[in-house]
């Protein structure tokens, strides 16, 4: 039976009633996570953004006029992508562009090799440049330093210890490669144990793995998403859920940043007026966001989104990758953080390669979701099985974290990541300085702005013994660069406050402390 001209009584993806048009319901009251909801993002300060917006224009065009010299054989380090009789540019572009005149000055702040366990500390492999950048040689050398870059987040990065020895085990009994995929003959038992722990775990029906975090969402989501369905995506989600989204060939609209009012006028054009033209309604309306924004260190307004999602009839994608084993109380991410009912998110995603410390990733939910991927999935067909030695790695981790070893120091991890992120966080704040995010993510940004600043901060980060991660443009808005710290329950309150005195002092030495806030405890 039709009503209002849709089959079942559904339009859109909203459950007609009579009239898709109705008011929305009465805001409810504040529920109790709003009350201890807090998140920091500063404004730009209008002196940093103008000197920046100059610095990028300044090192541009410099970048053309040091082009304008290769083209007449004045300038001798390394021009551009060689010339091929006959063929039109590989690579030219204006990234290309960036690379050569941008990066490259500075590219010594970034893939630095490691030669130890990414654990609180990990040493470096020294290395210099005869060349500008272009080209580094090793010294021999190692440096040691204090690890805030990783995602480490509980701390099993370790090469010693019960999940060391299991892995040990796995390869020693299966191998390190499986060298088929899960359909054809890389099915193992290690691999099924590990989806059914997972399910349990997160409290699915079922759950299945994958070898590789960023397929997990570019190659799932093509398979439940196609033309004639809407795709809702906040405007700071991962690579890999842009990518997949864009493969699915679905219609993409994107949301502002944990603006649920933008969310919600997004669901309601899509209500009603449909698809575009036809005014068809939506073959599927899905819903994506991530548990903690890994660039931001924000965390989703989940109870807000599913609120929404239930209003509108639409499907939820959650990807954890940073809040799954980091966030809640037994560590099961945002779902349990915020207290909500893992079935009320049609689809959990997340990785391992953090809280962890191994790689791959899962999709949970419902059994019948799970045997359609199953059989549908690129990721299950084609691609190479998990190593067992990575899927022995998460057993033994999540089952310390669920404490099925027998022990509490699943436990003693997660209570010390979220001790560890609000001291640090805090007295960051009292330092002066601005960061971005929820005051109980572990993943912290703190503001540098200039170009310039960026790679010094860098440098004089690692002369002082300390290791992080520093992000600029295009990675970030092109005022808005930042050094990104990583919490783990590795770190002890020392390790913490020698980081802090390091930052301080860095914070005066290139002026970062440009908070004006005064800081609420």
């Given amino acids: 039976m039709k009503q209002n001209g849709c089959p079942n009584g559904h339009s859109n993806g909203f459950i007609a009633n009579g009239n898709v048009h109705i008011a929305s319901e009465r805001e409810e009251a504040k529920n109790d996570w709003e009350k201890n909801y807090r998140e920091s993002f500063e404004e730009t300060p209008l002196l940093a953004a103008v000197i920046t917006y100059i610095s990028y224009g300044v090192l541009v065009i410099f970048g053309y006029f040091r082009d304008i010299l290769r083209n007449y054989g004045l300038e001798t380090i390394h021009s551009k992508e060689p010339k091929i009789e006959g063929f039109v ?19 010594d702040c970034w893939n630095r090799p490691i030669c130890s366990v990414p654990g609180a500390e990990v040493d ?14 090793f010294t021999g050398k190692k440096l040691k330093v204090l690890n805030l870059g990783s995602y480490n987040y509980l701390g099993f990065a370790e090469n010693k210890g019960p999940c060391a020895e299991a892995a040990k085990a796995a390869t020693l009994k299966y191998g390190v490669g499986i060298c088929s995929s899960r359909q054809e003959l890389g099915n193992l038992k290690i691999h099924q144990e590990l989806e059914h722990l997972t399910a349990e775990f997160l409290g699915t029906e079922a759950a299945i793995t994958f070898g590789m975090g960023f397929a997990t969402n570019s190659m799932n989501i093509p398979i439940i998403m196609g033309k004639g369905c809407l795709i809702l995506s906040d405007e700071l989600n991962h690579a890999s859920l842009v990518l997949g989204s864009r493969l699915s060939k679905s219609t993409v609209k994107v949301f502002k940043h944990n603006d649920m009012k933008s969310l919600e006028n997004k669901l309601q054009e899509a209500v009603i007026y449909g698809q575009p033209r036809s005014h068809r309604p939506w073959k599927k309306i899905l819903i994506l966001v991530e548990g903690i924004y890994s660039m931001e260190g924000s965390i989703v307004r989940l109870p807000d989104v599913i609120a929404l999602k ?36 049609d689809i959990m995603m997340g990785t391992f390669t953090k809280s962890f410390a191994a790689s791959g990733g899962y999709i949970a939910g419902s ?16 691609a190479t099985s998990m190593s067992p030695p990575i899927a022995q790695q998460t057993i033994s981790s999540m089952k310390i974290i669920m404490g099925k070893d027998g022990s ?18 805090r007295r960051l704040h009292e330092l002066g300085f601005i960061i971005y995010g929820n005051q109980d993510s ?30 600029g443009f295009p990675a970030t808005p092109i ?18 406050d020698k980081a802090l005195d390091i930052i301080s002092e860095l914070g005066d030495l290139l002026k970062l402390k440009y908070s004006k806030k005064v800081y609420r405890t």
């Fill in 479 to 496: 005022i808005e660069s930042r050094a990104r710290f990583c919490l783990s329950a590795a770190h002890s309150k020392e390790m913490i």
């Fill in 442 to 471: 572990p993943v912290v940004p703190l503001l540098i702005f200039l170009p310039a600043k960026v790679a010094a901060f860098a440098r004089e980060s690692l002369k002082r013994g300390l290791g992080t991660v520093v992000v």
């Fill in 89 to 107: 540019p590989l690579y030219q572009s204006f990234e290309n562009f960036y690379t050569r005149n941008l990066y490259i000055r500075i590219r």
């Fill in 367 to 382: 059994k019948k979701l799970i045997d359609f991927i199953r059989t549908h999935s690129h990721s299950a067909i084609y």
């Fill in 310 to 345: 239930k209003k509108y009839k639409a499907y939820l994608y959650l990807d954890e990758a940073h809040s799954i084993g980091a966030m809640g109380a037994t560590g099961k991410g945002v779902v349990e953080y915020f207290g909500c009912n893992p079935k009320d998110v």
């Fill in 408 to 425: 509490n120091q699943g436990q003693k991890r997660i209570e010390q990541l979220a001790w560890n992120t609000r001291y640090f966080r």
């Fill in 124 to 137: 470096l492999c020294d290395r210099v440049s005869h060349d500008y950048n272009w080209n580094f040689e």
